[in-house]
């Protein structure tokens, strides 16, 4: 697991082995999947958006599009660099199908942390990753879940967890771009200290 902060914080899990009721539905949980599957089908277009925003860095200073507040960043524009270079070099990969069990699954960290500010992907009531995606239906081959705290703009959320500053093994980006993960569910929400949250929880394959 890495957990970063820098204007937004973002933290990523990978478990790999066999094996209220809320927000499935949430518009901004279902356009962050939309944007990851465009990420996923198209990435040299997806290189064009990180290009975009690689105008909004100036060294190790950051503005998003549309703010005023200037963040300092882990490694500045060169994570921007990097990332566009790793998205052009892509090959297309297949869209993820949503699941609202998975959906389901995130919502219960989304109204967890959302109540008590907390991060990470252990939530105080609602578990590990495992536990909370175990309690909606079975998967196989491979779980993984992306968080990011921060965004309030889908493709802005995506593209940074893309790009991954301070995480040094892109772990997020690997999880977006993984063969191995076909179906996911997200689900988003306000945050007590970084105003918004989105969780993307991942499966090779699962069943509600």
Not at 70 to 84: F, H, K, L, N, Y
Not at 96 to 124: I, K, M, P, Y
Not at 183 to 205: K, Q
Request: with cysteine.
């Amino acid at each position: 697991m890495a957990v970063r902060m820098w204007g937004m914080m973002i933290a990523t899990l990978l478990v790999l082995a066999p094996g209220t009721q809320a927000l499935p539905g949430d518009g901004f949980g279902r356009q962050v999947v939309a944007e990851i599957n465009l990420a996923r089908t198209q990435p040299r277009r997806y290189a064009q958006y990180l290009r975009e925003l690689r105008r909004s860095y100036w060294g190790k200073f950051y503005r998003a599009p549309g703010s005023l507040a200037t963040v300092v960043t882990s490694e500045g524009g060169g994570a921007v660099d990097e990332a566009i270079g790793f998205v052009e070099r892509q090959a297309p990969l297949p869209p993820l199908t949503w699941s609202d069990g998975l959906a389901l699954a995130a919502a219960e960290l989304v109204r967890d942390e959302g109540q008590n500010g907390d991060v990470g992907h252990r939530g105080r009531r609602s578990g590990t990753m495992q536990q909370r995606i175990e309690r909606h239906g079975d998967w196989s081959n491979r779980i993984a879940e992306n968080i990011g705290y921060g965004p309030e703009d889908p493709r802005l959320m995506v593209m940074e967890l893309i790009i991954d500053d301070g995480v040094p093994d892109r772990g997020h980006r690997k999880n977006i771009y993984s063969r191995a993960l076909k179906v996911a569910g997200a689900a988003c929400g306000p945050h007590p200290v970084y105003r918004n949250m989105c969780v993307i929880d991942f499966a090779s394959f699962f069943r509600k």
